[in-house]
């Protein structure tokens, strides 16, 4: 089992574990890779290029905290990569890249925010079937 | 005998400066101003008062400093004469323990402290324009000095300072020294990640168009990753400016900065 492998089924198992876990969550309509650009682009929902580069050439300004997602639908599996949005922590600890779902267990979260998750998970969706689009 | 104890304590000694250094990331890395992650044209407008905007607040501030108010019609001057010499390295050493409150005070807190008790004029609101043009003139008479926090008794201030510094917040679950410890010097988003030194301020921003506080720089990280800000007079917000005092004791103040 290569190491990859042996994360994503760890994170998978974590998931399961957790109430409401991947399963209850996932939206039941495929993503819209064209909608999924526009959220990794935008710096009020995806947030994304906060930390990683894209190849999103008009977003002029783009991290350099995390790996580049040019490729990442190559590297990682639909699943997989619905796994690192919805909890990063499960491949990586100590990650500084946010649940996407998670909705609770923060310290002191704006009142507008509390309860909702950074991306839905039709949004979540979206945003996986753009990643697929990366080869 | 003493021959092989030597050895022995040396090495403890050396494993516990170890021990310290990896606890603190902030202390065994080379420490650098927000100044040097500015552009050179932002640089020169620090550089130059006459080009620096906070000028302006220095400018009011000085004014106030001569004007008697309150029921007691006393001038900060009164007291304290020259603030070239009075006020003299006060803000590197601020916020500072006050042994009749039993607590530390920030610099803010304690003019307002004269205001009230020794002028008998009205405190000024906190970040209020006032409060601001009176606080950069104050900080001014410090420039150029190394910043000095070593009071015992702030040790549980800052302590609790650095927890919070340490501590995850908000909906995107990021704590200060994930970004000003371990990734200062990479890009978040277009935007270079300083330090976090607290050396420059009061100090005017381009992007607020306006002199501002260490809290209001605070409360932007904190928003940033969709926290609540704690309140402009919380305990929480001392305990932080004396932990990042400490973290950059012996730089040199800069107030009133130009950040961008
Ligand atoms: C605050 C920082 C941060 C944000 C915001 C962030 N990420 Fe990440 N991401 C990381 C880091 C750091 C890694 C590297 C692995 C790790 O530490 O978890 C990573 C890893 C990844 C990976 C795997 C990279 C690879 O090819 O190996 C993907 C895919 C990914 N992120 C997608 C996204 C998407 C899509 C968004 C926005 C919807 C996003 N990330 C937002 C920090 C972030
Ligand atoms: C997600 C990353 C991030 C987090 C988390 C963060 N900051 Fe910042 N901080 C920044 C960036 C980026 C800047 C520079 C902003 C600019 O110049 O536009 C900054 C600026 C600062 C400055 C001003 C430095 C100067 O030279 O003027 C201080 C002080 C500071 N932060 C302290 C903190 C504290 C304390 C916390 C936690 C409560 C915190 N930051 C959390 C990214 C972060
Ligand atoms: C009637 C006299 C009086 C007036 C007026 C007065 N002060 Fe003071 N101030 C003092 C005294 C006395 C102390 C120190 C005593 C103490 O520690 O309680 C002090 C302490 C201070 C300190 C702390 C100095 C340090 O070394 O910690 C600052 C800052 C300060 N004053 C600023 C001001 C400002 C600004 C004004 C005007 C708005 C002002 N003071 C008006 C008498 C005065």
Redesign the pocket.
Known sequence: MTGAMAASLGAAFALLLAPGGAAAQQADEPGDPARGRAIVASRQAGLCL?CHAAPIAEERFQGNLAPDLAGAGKRWSEGELRLRMMDAAAFNPDT?MPSYARTEGFNRVAPALAGKPLLTPRQIEDVVAYLRTLQ | MANEVLPVALLASVLALAGVLAASPSLSAERR???E?MGPAIQAMQRDDAQNPATLWVKEGELMWGTRTGRAQRSCADCHGEAERGMKGVAARYPAFDPALGKPLTLAQRINQCRTQRQRAEALAPESDGMLQLESFVALQSRGMPIVQQDPRLQTHRDRGEA??RQR?GQ?N???????DE?AGLR??G???????????P?Y?L?WQAVGS?GR??R???T??R?APYAVDAPEMTD?EIF?KWRARGMAMESP?V??
Do not use: K, W
């Open positions: 906060l500084i | 101003s927000g100044y992650d919070l510094f917040l995107l990021l704590s200060c020294a994930q970004c000003h990734r978040l988003g935007t270079p990640i300083p330090q976090g030194h607290p050396n420059g301020y100090l921003r992007e260490l720089r605070l932007n990280c904190m940033g990753v926290a932080l990042l900065a950040r961008p």
